[in-house]
């Protein structure tokens, strides 16, 4: 008798595992990854300003690709922000002090979180106001209909008479 | 009354709508400057092959055209013969910083193209370019005679951009 060369497939049982397996190792691939755009090089040494950098490039936008944060932008400019960002940090600024400068350079258009004030009033309380706008209507409506369910008109002469009328009818 | 109520819909789409339509109109690449009527950033520049440099103080006292271009960047190229033009006619004092560019390729640009800057002020660091609020090359910022910022042309100039835009404003601040 000869000796398999390779193992033979295994019975379905296991193969279904397998199946499994393969599916949530195409998952797993399939997952975004974060774009590592911070480049070891630029890292601070200190892992506490490092981290206020890191959340702070997470709240600039890059310029160049408009819907990026610097943090996950590849971008030259992105980087050099980086860099500039950790730079203001190790010289001893605060975080409001580094979004200022920034916003001082590149308008408010800088901070992918708009600034509330009177201009973004709109932007800001827009949303929730016809929300509560349309709340309010719904409201209205629901009662104004359950009022109608609850209490029909009541009947005027004209219809009591030909109702005593039918009921009359009926008995006879 | 009650009517009208159910005109409300339509109201309020249409002011919606009569509002993106606005908001759409225009180019959405160009970015309003921050600095508009601030005073230029400081900053003080290395020259190119040993010429002298170019310092916020050497824009003062006249209206002066600040021009943010490098060796790498084509559409640099397309102003270029624009930016000749406004040299040799020399009415406006036009400056140039070389940004984020190796000053040999720079050398070599301005020796082929012609080099309309009176003076030129590198910005390997791009840090100055970052002060300016310059998000990409070529930007051109109109610099008042009291070193104030006035306009910032994001992209090449054109030659309606030149007509439109520049020439009056430049006119208005008595440049030429």
């Known amino acids: 008798m000869r000796a398999a060369p390779f193992p033979s497939p295994r019975p379905s049982p296991a193969s279904g595992r397998g199946r499994i397996l393969a599916l949530l190792c195409l998952i797993l691939a399939l997952l975004p990854l974060p774009a590592l755009a911070v480049l070891p090089s630029e890292r601070l040494a200190d892992p506490a300003l490092e981290a206020r950098a890191r959340a702070l490039s997470r709240e600039l936008r890059c310029l160049v690709c408009r819907n990026e944060s610097i943090d996950d932008s590849s971008a030259d400019l992105a980087h050099d922000l980086r860099v500039l960002v950790r730079e203001r940090l190790k010289a001893g600024d605060s975080d409001a002090q580094v979004l200022a400068y920034l916003t001082s350079r590149y308008g408010d258009f800088v901070l992918l979180r708009p600034p509330v004030q009177p201009d973004t009033w709109l932007l800001w309380f827009g949303p929730p106001a016809l929300l509560c706008l349309g709340g309010v209507g719904l409201a209205f409506a629901l009662r104004r209909r359950r009022g109608a369910a609850a209490e029909p008109a009541p009947l005027s002469a004209e219809e009591r008479q030909r109702l005593e009328r039918l009921m009359r009818e009926e008995e006879a | ?176």
């Not at chain 2, 060796?71 to 009415?91: I, Y």
């Not at chain 2, 406006?92 to 080099?115: F, M, N, S, T, W």
């Not at chain 2, 930007?139 to 835009?165: F, H, L």
């Open chain 2, 1 to 176: 009354m009650r009517r009208l109520l159910f005109l409300l819909p339509v109201a309020l789409f249409a002011v919606i709508a009569g509002y993106f339509t606005l908001g759409l109109r225009g180019d959405p690449s160009l970015l309003p400057s921050a600095l508009i009527d601030k005073p230029a950033p400081d900053f003080a520049l290395p020259g190119l092959g040993g010429k002298p440099g170019l310092a916020r103080a050497d824009l003062a006292g006249r209206v002066a055209l600040v021009n943010f271009f490098a060796s790498w960047c084509a559409p640099c190229r397309t102003e270029h013969p624009l930016l000749m033009r406004l040299a040799e006619e020399g009415k406006v004092a036009l400056y140039g910083i070389d940004y984020k560019d190796k000053p040999e390729d720079a050398a070599r640009l301005l020796a082929q193209l012609g080099d309309p800057y009176r003076r030129i002020g590198v910005d390997r660091e791009g840090r100055t370019a970052i002060d300016f609020g310059v998000y990409g090359v070529p930007e051109t910022y109109v610099v008042d005679a009291a070193g104030r910022i006035r306009y910032r042309q994001v992209g090449p100039i054109s030659a309606a951009d030149w007509e439109r835009k520049l020439l009056p404003l430049l006119q208005k601040l008595g440049a030429s």
